[in-house]
């Protein structure tokens, strides 16, 4: 069995920083392109940041300039470090990983969500 776990969110005002893990665990073959999506109430769930196992980072243009992947391939753990937050920023935030185990197909994995909110 393999999951996926989040941390870090909160509340943080206008101008903050937080900071996303996102931990795999289980029995894990290969983890391939991480990344982080989010959903705000209302809007369908949108792409904020994805890596590559070469280190070959996409952003959402939203977030460029502000956030930034990265990932401990020994640790299986992707992190999203996210500054100057606006309010817009608000949502739940999910980490995503195409994942492979032994002997098995790959297929993609969704941790549980973390929600960031930002507000004065």
């Known amino acids: 069995q393999v999951q996926l776990v989040e941390s870090g969110g909160g509340l943080v005002q206008p101008g903050g920083s937080l900071r996303l893990s996102c931990a795999a665990s289980?029995?894990?073959?290969?983890?391939?392109?991480p990344g982080w999506y989010r959903q705000a109430p209302g809007k369908q769930r949108e792409l904020v940041a994805t890596?590559?196992?070469?280190?070959?980072?996409n952003y959402a243009d939203s977030v460029k300039g502000r956030f930034t992947i990265s990932r401990d391939i020994a640790k299986n753990t992707v992190y999203l470090q996210m500054n100057s937050l606006k309010v817009e920023d608000t949502a739940v935030y999910y980490c995503?990983?195409?994942?492979?185990?032994?002997?098995?197909?790959?297929?993609?994995?969704w941790g549980q969500g973390t929600q960031v909110t930002v507000s004065s």
């Open positions: 890596i590559t196992t070469g280190g070959k980072t």
């Open positions: 289980g029995n894990i073959f290969s983890i391939n392109a």
């Open positions: 995503n990983a195409r994942i492979t185990r032994p002997l098995r197909p790959a297929r993609d994995y």
